[in-house]
């Protein structure tokens, strides 16, 4: 596609770097945004975001050199690989980064005592805008490609990340776009919850959900490797960690706070 925006020598400016990053500023925006209207400082909401946004980036990319050795490609043949310019400039597994901000988010919370379901809603559709917008990336770079296909939306991939296969120019299922309109009609579904919401939780837990079900049927398109197996193949890694955000996101639901009961004036 358009991996490279630009390039000096053997120095270039990555589309998918600048589409992410451009996805995570916005994706800030809208939750600082949010934040104040939960009455959160947005002192501690860029605080929040970029401590979540540092533990995503660290932990799609640990995930993807963990799945990466496991098949024996590049960090598993070279380990100096995974300090190289390559490994900075590559993408990395989102379910990885999902994982990690939870966990970095978790703590976040609790250190600086915010209301963490509050905080999750005013950040869940800005999430959603942010991993819109950085699947574009990964179109342009040619990673997260589909299966081939005959059907008239086939894309070809002439530089298929994370290696070339042997058939790179066979149409494809643009998996990408598919997830990326998946994640802006979240965004939009979200946001028309957050001004809606009866209960803290309400939005995180929409999110968990939506955001699960569209990753577990987008995963069955999906055909590059480096996300691991189980069940004997019959699901991805990443579908087991799908699930486990749809049933994450329902006990949120499920446990939210029960509406109060107006109490009658007594009478005489």
């Not at 963490?116 to 040619?142: E, K, S, V, W």
């Not at 009866?198 to 079900?213: A, C, E, I, S």
Request: a positive charge.
């Amino acid at each position: 596609m358009f991996p490279r925006l630009f390039h000096i020598g053997s120095f270039f400016v990555p589309t998918y770097g600048v589409l992410v990053a451009t996805g995570v500023l916005i994706g800030l925006l809208i939750s600082v945004r949010n934040s104040a209207k939960q009455g959160i400082k947005p002192e501690n909401a860029w605080d929040f975001g970029i401590a979540v946004v540092l533990a995503g980036i660290v932990g799609s990319k640990l995930l993807y050199i963990i799945l990466d050795w496991q098949t024996g490609n590049a960090f598993g043949q070279n380990l100096r690989e995974i300090f190289s310019l390559d490994t900075l400039q590559s993408g990395g597994v989102f379910s990885g980064g999902l994982v990690a901000s939870f966990a970095v988010a978790w703590w976040f919370l609790r250190k600086h005592r915010m209301p963490a379901l509050a905080t999750c809603d005013a950040f869940a559709p800005g999430l959603a805008m942010g991993h819109a917008i950085g699947r574009l990336g990964c179109f342009a770079a040619g990673c997260c490609y589909g299966k081939p296909t005959d059907h008239v939306w086939g894309v070809t991939f002439r530089n298929l990340l994370p290696t070339p296969v042997a058939d790179a120019l066979v149409p494809r299922e643009p998996t990408q776009l598919f997830e990326s309109a998946a994640e802006l009609i979240i965004f939009f579904i979200l946001t028309w919850m957050f001004k809606r919401k009866k209960f803290d939780g309400q939005v995180f837990g929409g999110y968990l959900v939506l955001y699960g079900v569209a990753r577990f049927f987008i995963e069955f398109l999906r055909d590059d490797p480096g996300r691991g197996s189980v069940f004997g193949g019959a699901l991805s890694g990443t579908q087991l960690i799908a699930i486990a955000l749809v049933l994450a996101g329902g006990l949120i639901w499920y446990m939210r706070p029960a509406p109060k009961m107006a109490i009658a004036p007594a009478t005489r």
